[in-house]
């Protein structure tokens, strides 16, 4: 038995008498969570009555179940979550969730959303520049100006849009982009 497992075994045993003291034997002798003898989460339970250090999951049967990683959110707060990180945590909660449909439909809008906003800002920013420089070449400055405000007009949509689509999913409503929504459905069949 190596060092490590001595001083756990060591330690669980006092825990145990500790335990059994403040409660009684019998309370003592039931499987207790993990987390009440280290103080932080594990998936699983630790046995005091075995031999075995809880850090050796191998040897333990209680370690033996399979893991959940899935977050314990409320399938609105999920779907508005998918939203913020824009395409980062459309795919989170894309790769997280695989049963509730209105999450996934969701983060799947939310990906697609974010693509097209990315793409739209890059295209209107590549035709902004080409436009300002021939528009500086030539020296018309008024149709620079006409550009800039219709780039910040797109972006002030988009931003819009992007609060409309996180209120709606947070209100739970499957709120439908026209195009964008119809693809993230066809797109969620595949997945």
């Known amino acids: 038995m190596s060092e490590q497992n001595r001083k756990t075994n060591s330690i669980n045993a006092q825990t145990r008498r500790d335990i059994s003291e403040q409660t009684g034997a019998v309370e003592a002798e039931q499987t207790l969570p993990y987390q009440q003898y280290h103080g932080h989460h594990q998936y699983g339970y630790y046995d ?7 850090h050796e999951p191998g040897q333990n049967q209680y ?6 990683l899935g977050l314990r959110f409320e399938p609105r707060v999920a779907a508005a979550l998918s939203y913020v990180a824009f395409i980062i945590s459309g795919i989170a909660f894309l790769l997280i969730e695989r049963k509730n449909r209105f999450v996934r439909f969701h983060a799947m809008q939310s990906v697609i959303f974010s693509a ?53 999913a947070y209100q739970g409503n ?5 195009i964008i929504g119809d693809w993230a459905e066809k797109q969620l069949d595949r997945f």
């Not at 008024?142 to 709606?168: A, D, P, T």
């Open 116 to 168: 097209v906003w990315i793409v739209t800002t890059l295209g209107i920013g590549f035709l902004m520049m080409t436009v300002g420089m021939v528009a500086a070449i030539i020296g018309i400055s008024l149709v620079l100006q006409m550009i800039g405000f219709v780039v910040n007009l797109v972006s002030v949509g988009f931003f819009v849009l992007w609060v409309v689509l996180i209120v709606k």
């Open 174 to 178: 499957k709120y439908k982009l026209p």
């Open 48 to 54: 005091p009555r075995s031999n075995v250090s809880p």
């Open 63 to 68: 370690f033996q179940q399979p893991m959940d």
